[in-house]
């Protein structure tokens, strides 16, 4: 019971930082700081693309390392096994070449 309660608060708290920030970039923008906020977003979506192959590879690595733990007797089922193979034949199909 506690953990629902601990994760309904994560949830809650999560919820109102993301309002919470929203409404500052209205704010803001109201204040005519929308020019520096689009610059910003600029930055950081060049940096997001930078980043995104790097961050594909490193969930692959992880997705086939599971894959790999699956196959331990005790730790997978057949259906996790077929589950994580499909999602790794969809990343290395969205892998750059």
């Known amino acids: 019971m506690t953990d629902i309660l601990i994760f309904a608060g994560f949830a809650v708290l999560v919820f109102t930082l993301g309002i919470g920030l929203w409404a500052l970039g209205r704010w803001l923008r109201s204040k005519g700081y929308g020019p520096q906020l ?3 977003d600029r930055h950081y979506t060049a940096f997001q693309l930078r980043v995104n192959p790097l961050a594909l590879s490193a969930s692959y690595h992880l997705v086939a390392g599971a894959n790999g733990m699956g196959r331990l007797p005790l730790l997978g089922s057949k259906s996790n096994a077929a ?4 999602i790794l034949m969809a990343m290395r199909t969205e892998q750059p070449k």
């Open 38 to 40: 689009d610059k910003l």
């Open 83 to 86: 589950l994580t193979k499909q």
